[in-house]
């Protein structure tokens, strides 16, 4: 219940109460998403990118792995928590500009997801690990691919497009004014493919999603080695 009133509250502040933004969804979830629930995977543009993701949360149970920074934020760490999200715990290279996560929080996560799907919760995860800075989709990382092989969760590839508009990396306290789609993909099947095939699939399936999109931009988001392969 606190997980659905999360979703829906995050849903209505973003697009109901805020006029600057709106969103269109194209295709709709599987019929059995909540008898069956799957590893949602999101290409990540911006911090507008959990509103479009809540309007999904809105349909069926659905948690999310999230950066424990945000637990800075007001409030954030308790509604975060209390609706049964999941918090992986980072430290910070300065240097090479990225996130590491420790080894432990991360054994931590992947049980924690675990229990929640058995509950019947589907589970949201970014596999590029941050957001990409000029929109082009990046490469992803393995965790997540594994544990769906593991345990023979389908993913459901889901692309975003145009987040960046409503909240661009450049400005952490200013949104903007735009329009994002959001296009659900068909599930992928993880049996009898490695990981390196199936993170390709699903890498492949977001891409083509993110070009069906109309706020796509070639010029800018073209990915050539996922072109005509």
Request: proline letters at 6%; glycine letters at 6%.
């Amino acid at each position: 219940m606190l997980n659905q009133i999360f979703h829906m509250s995050f849903t209505f502040s973003a697009f109901k109460l805020n006029y600057a933004w709106s969103y269109t969804i194209l295709n709709g979830l599987p019929k059995d998403i909540r008898v069956k629930p799957r590893i949602f995977m999101f290409n990540h543009l911006s911090s507008a990118d959990p509103f479009l993701v809540s309007t999904i949360g809105s349909q069926t149970p659905l948690i999310c792995t999230y950066k424990d920074a945000l637990h800075n934020l007001p409030t954030a760490k308790t509604s975060l928590m209390l609706s049964g999200n999941v918090p992986i715990k980072f430290t910070y290279d300065k240097v090479n500009d990225r996130k590491i996560p420790f080894k432990k929080s991360v054994l931590s996560v992947m049980s924690e997801c675990k229990k929640s799907i058995d509950k019947g919760f589907s589970v949201v995860v970014y596999p590029e690990g941050k957001r990409s800075r000029n929109g082009v989709l990046q490469e992803f990382k393995d965790g997540f691919f594994r544990f769906a092989i593991d345990h023979g969760i389908e993913i459901l590839p889901c692309a975003i497009s145009n987040s960046n508009s409503l909240w661009s990396l450049e400005d952490t306290f200013i949104i903007g004014q735009g329009h994002a789609c959001l296009n659900v993909g068909k599930p992928i099947d993880p049996k009898g493919k490695t990981v390196a095939e199936l993170k390709y699939a699903t890498r492949k399936a977001i891409y083509e999603g993110m070009k069906q999109c109309p706020t796509f931009n070639p010029e800018k988001e073209t990915v050539p080695e996922l072109e005509d392969t």
